[in-house]
């Protein structure tokens, strides 16, 4: 999934194990009830998504290898922690 659009799009009780976000695009996206586990969001833009009652684990949303920066502008996390 690595460079993918996901704009606007709705994913709901998916899993999302060892997966690969890396510079995918997920503007305004809805994850609901969806787990996440050892996820690579390095790079990704996530301007406005909603992670909305997820599990959130292992994922990485760190720097990326040319320096950019996982964006989380207006992303919400509703009643979904992440957690190391």
């Known amino acids: ?7 606007s799009a709705v994913f709901f009780d998916c899993d999302f194990i060892s997966s690969d976000f890396y510079w995918a695009l997920a503007f305004s996206a809805r994850f609901i009830e969806c787990r996440f586990d050892t996820v690579d969001f390095r790079g990704a833009n996530l301007t406005g998504a909603f992670f909305i009652d997820c599990q959130i684990s292992n994922c990485d949303f760190s720097k990326d290898n040319l320096g950019s920066e996982t964006n989380l502008s207006e992303t919400s996390f509703i009643n979904s922690p992440r957690k190391a």
């Open 1 to 7: 999934m690595e460079d993918a659009d996901f704009n």
